[in-house]
């Protein structure tokens, strides 16, 4: 019986199962889940591609977000990986280390749209094109009108207005506000916004308005308009939340477009009340050839009649993203959509390039951490906005060394 | 045969074993592990004395020495991720080695519901940790059921912070965990229990032996060489895991839920610090080979006066 | 003692018992139930009914999943789990029997490798394990799920069933040498059947973990199209969230078979226990 077995196992061993790429396929890696409009996304452009292209196929690989990094780590380690990857455009030079990405300098100078795209969605590393964004995401004030009518509070300019209504809506018996307070990138992604408000930032680490700044979410946690649960909560969980209908406001990003619609109460989007000092970064995904893929003209192909076309780009505007292009962004479904148009106008007042410039390219993983975790203890309680400035800013400092 | 004779073959046999005659059966093992898991084990100690990050993770590695488990060391968050492991090692090792056993005993009793409650604690065991950490996550939060349940009946006025307390939140999370070995352990010990004459055990239900005298004298004896082997895997799992927590506080609210095995995790695979991540994860492991030694000793006392 | 007392005691004993089942059955039983209610629930009440049994339930998340890509992944799935349970037997049995008579130096030093194997952290080993498995041209296929499963579990298997060989009384396998019995028919014919509780326990164990195992199954297969289910319930991980139901109807799916698994070994579990009594 053992034998029998042993022998069935060691025949599946020998049964190696071919993997199928034929010539005219390419793979395209992505991450997205969970969220229908931007699984559509991927299959529109699958469609689009394989029209424009007969003969030729997509196959849309989707890898768990956790794991596309160590995937791609381990594929380049054998000379693979697939022909197209989505990723997140802040880690373009992290996976260009990893000799991940291929360079796209060629057919990027080559491109006679490359002037429609604005230099904050072009990354380069080593002085090369590598990846370029077909979108841009970013956060704003989601708010809940029905709850803003009842208490008669107009929409807040300043962040004093915001806590005025806030301290308002409390009152009646709603909830302040939800936003992700995450020790980690997520958490210093929404908290840079208020965190900058005062004057901090990347390029000036004034340790009196970063402790001003942190100071915001500590007092919206004592007055009870922010729950201390937000350091539990990544960039969706909030978002649901406020769905639910019983909070005034939510930081969250222009993706959430399509959740939003089953909201069942009036909702709108404002720009964060942050002043002009207040920095917003500019986010989304980045699209890339992959730098073992063998079909490189195909890639760049189904590149350039997807996240780089400007009828490819409006594909992205139901999920609430805004296309890169200058002139797609110009185009009606996007002017003429309300949710876009307040993010928009940040992007002219507020918005600022991600990765920040400021931190070295490698090392942006840790700042990112490290302004998480200040955030995340100051709203947990684990520390004064003081102290949690303090270990920040010598964390950064270290970094930029 | 004689006495005598019976006895020197008995001496020949037991000698010959001693001397290695079951070596043979150890070689599918080292054949497999050698190929599978030393290198991976090779590497990572490789790693932790080298500069490897994502540049160079495929190509030369230079040494550094010790320089890895100095930076380590010399973090000034790491004494309160060491304490937080310690906490959480602690409290997941014990609470579910009793608790495990206690289970195991109140199982015991050859009753079908026993079978099937037993098996059912199993069944969610075997559910991944981003399912059970999520749905606690769920349970314990601050619209949670729990909560609502609380409130309901009027225990508590406000939620309690279960995941977002900076004191609670790693208690609550070793407990999960905690929760997460008990069906694991009792499954394992009430096997073990098996090995029971069903004579002793029926003497002691039927006699009047009180519940604890009859876990000291009849459960807690039959079951000892299991419970270390299960003290010994459930604090490596300790020492381990990091995906609960991962799932429910991402080692927040600020560090109070970071421990070594969860910061090992983010330095490899979110900064892609493979060299420190590497270092953290043989820190570990060192301590628990002292651990393991201290296991293997133990064992080979007790069985030298089987 | 009078009879009083002992009637007393074996009273007591039962509260005990019935109170700690009690307390099991409500913290293993609240997770399962909110389990299956969120699986019949539509993504926007996963929050609004966060802790309400009243929501309109719905099979949609059900019928989006049942697919016939769904049934190939459960396939796969029975693949890698039966086989990586086999291999993890065949190799770690003998060695926890060795391992048990074993009680000189080799038993300390095999014992403290197998604990250290047991530290490494599965994330460590993904990327030597891919370059292994490249190596030996092997990569996306489910042999070098399996290997590697199989491979992540032995030290685990043999620690576990060393204490049940080691409980068979030495007498007996020395008896049955002396009869004559080699090694091999000894370990075979006496010690094998003895340890069949501790044996069955650590295979449905083993077959459980391997089932659930993602890890490798996502690093290792570059096609989704060959993906097991545990690694179909990853993929509701998105980098925008999590599709609640999604996860939720998948665990109870997935975990089907371990219920079914269970009522097998559960059975034979219970035969072993009434065929024989070791002393």
């Not at chain 1, 300098?105 to 006679?112: E, G, I, K, T």
């Not at chain 2, 030369?60 to 304490?83: E, M």
Request: positive net charge; contains cysteine.
């Amino acid at each position: 019986m053992a034998s029998i077995v042993a022998a069935g196992v060691a025949g599946l061993l020998l049964t190696t199962m071919p993997a199928v790429h034929a010539a005219e396929s390419i793979t395209v890696w992505h991450y997205f889940s969970g969220n229908p409009t931007q699984e559509k996304v991927m299959t529109d452009y699958k469609a689009i591609f394989e029209k424009e292209n007969p003969g030729a196929t997509v196959e849309n690989v989707y890898v768990p977000y956790d794991q596309m990094n160590s995937k791609l780590i381990a594929a380049a380690s054998t000379k693979t990986g697939p022909d197209v990857v989505v990723f997140n455009g802040a880690e373009t030079s992290l996976l260009v280390d990893g000799g991940i990405l291929a360079p796209m300098d060629s057919y990027w100078n080559a491109f006679a749209d490359k002037a429609q795209f604005p230099a904050s969605v072009i990354h380069k590393a080593n002085g090369k094109v590598y990846s370029a964004q077909g979108y841009v995401n970013l956060l704003g004030l989601w708010y809940n009108a029905d709850i803003l009518a009842k208490i008669k509070m107009p929409l807040p300019t300043t962040i004093a207005e915001m806590e005025k209504a806030m301290a308002a809506a409390k009152k009646a018996g709603y909830k302040g506000i939800t936003l992700c307070g995450l020790p980690q990138g997520q958490g210093e992604w929404q908290a840079m916004p208020f965190i900058s408000s005062t004057g901090f930032n990347y390029g000036n680490l004034n340790e009196k308005a970063l402790t001003d700044g942190l100071g915001i979410a500590k007092r919206w946690v004592d007055k009870g308009y922010l729950s201390k649960e937000a350091t539990t909560w990544d960039q969706t969980v909030p978002f649901q939340k406020f769905l639910v209908g019983d909070t005034l406001f939510a930081e969250n990003g222009n993706w959430q477009a399509g959740a939003a619609a089953g909201a069942k109460f009036k909702y709108g989007v404002a720009a964060l009340p942050i002043g002009s000092k207040g920095k917003i970064y500019l986010g989304g995904e980045s699209t890339a050839i992959g730098a073992f893929s063998k079909n490189k003209d195909l890639a760049w192909s189904y590149l350039k009649s997807t996240y780089f076309s400007k009828s490819g780009q409006l594909v992205v505007v139901p999920v609430g993203s805004i296309p890169s292009r200058l002139d797609s962004a110009k185009d009606k479904s996007v002017t003429g959509n309300k949710l876009l148009k307040p993010f928009a106008a940040e992007i002219a007042k507020n918005g600022a390039n991600y990765p920040p410039t400021e931190i070295p390219a490698t090392k942006i993983a840790d700042a990112q951490t490290a302004g998480g975790v200040a955030w995340s203890s100051v709203i947990g309680g684990t520390a004064t906005p003081a102290n949690a400035a303090k270990k920040y800013i010598a964390a950064i400092k270290a970094l930029q060394g | 045969m004689t006495l005598l004779s019976t006895k020197s073959s008995i001496d020949a046999i037991r000698s010959a074993q001693r001397k290695g005659g079951h070596l043979l059966y150890v070689v599918p093992a080292v054949f497999l592990l050698t190929l599978l898991s030393a290198f991976p084990l090779f590497q990572l100690a490789r790693m932790s004395f080298s500069d490897v990050g994502i540049k160079n993770i495929t190509g030369v590695w230079t040494n550094v020495g010790f320089a890895n488990f100095k930076a380590i060391a010399s973090d000034p968050d790491f004494k309160q991720i060491l304490i937080n492991t310690l906490v959480f090692v602690g409290i997941v090792t014990f609470l579910g080695l009793i608790l495990g056993f206690v289970a195991a005993t109140a199982f015991n009793d050859a009753k079908k519901s026993s079978d099937f409650l037993l098996a059912f604690m199993v069944f969610i065991w075997a559910l991944p940790p981003i399912v059970n950490g999520s749905v606690w996550k769920f349970l314990l939060g601050g619209d949670g059921l729990i909560n609502v349940l609380l409130q309901k009946v009027s225990l508590i006025s406000e939620p309690i912070p279960f995941l977002y307390d900076p004191k609670m939140a790693l208690y609550s999370v070793a407990m999960v965990n905690c929760w997460a070995v008990i069906p694991f352990n009792a499954l394992i010990l009430k096997a073990a229990f098996k090995s029971v004459s069903k004579d002793v055990l029926e003497a002691s239900e039927i006699d009047g032996v009180t519940p604890l005298q009859q876990i000291r004298y009849v459960y807690f004896p039959s079951s000892r060489p299991t419970l270390l082997v299960l003290a010994i895997l459930t604090l490596v799992y300790g020492f381990r895991s990091f995906d609960f927590i991962y799932v429910m506080t991402y080692g927040g609210p600020g560090l109070a839920t970071n421990t070594l095995p969860f910061l090992g995790y983010i330095k490899a695979f979110v900064l892609f610090d493979f060299s420190k991540g590497a270092a953290i994860a043989l820190l570990s492991a060192i301590f628990t080979s002292g651990l393991a030694l201290l296991y293997s000793r133990s064992v080979r006392k007790e069985e030298q006066n089987d | 003692m009078t009879n009083a007392v002992k009637k007393g005691r074996k009273k007591s004993r039962g509260i005990v018992r019935r109170s700690a089942k009690t307390i099991f059955a409500f913290f293993y039983g609240m997770p399962i139930v909110w389990i299956i209610l969120t699986s019949f629930k539509q993504e926007t009440d996963v929050f609004s009914t966060q802790s309400s049994l009243f929501f309109s339930p719905t099979l949609s998340t059900y019928r989006k999943l049942l697919t016939s890509s769904l049934f190939e992944s459960f396939t796969n799935s029975i693949i890698i789990a039966t086989c990586a349970t086999v291999i993890t037997l065949l190799v770690s049995i003998p060695a926890g029997y060795a391992l048990a008579r074993f009680s000189n130096k080799t038993l300390g030093i095999g014992l403290t490798a197998l604990i250290i194997f047991q530290m490494i952290p599965q994330t460590a080993t993904i990327i030597p394990l891919f370059q292994i498995f490249n190596k030996l041209g092997m990569l996306d296929t489910l042999p070098s799920v399996i290997l590697a499963d199989a491979a992540l579990l032995t030290p685990f298997a043999i620690l576990l069933m060393r204490p049940f060989f080691r409980s068979i009384p030495v007498a007996l396998v020395e008896a049955s040498q002396i009869d004559g019995a080699s090694s091999w028919q000894s370990f075979s014919k006496i010690s094998l059947p003895l340890a069949r509780n501790g044996i069955a326990t650590t295979a449905t164990l083993i077959w459980i973990i391997s089932w659930g195992e993602f890890l490798y199954a996502v690093n290792l297969i570059l096609s989704p199209n060959s993906y097991p289910m545990s690694a179909i319930l990853a993929q509701q991980v998105g980098g925008f969230g999590i599709f609640w139901p999604g996860l939720m109807a998948l665990s109870v799916l997935a975990s089907l078979p371990v219920a079914i698994l269970f009522i097998f070994t559960y059975r034979l579990l219970r035969e072993g226990l009434t065929l024989g009594a070791v002393k």
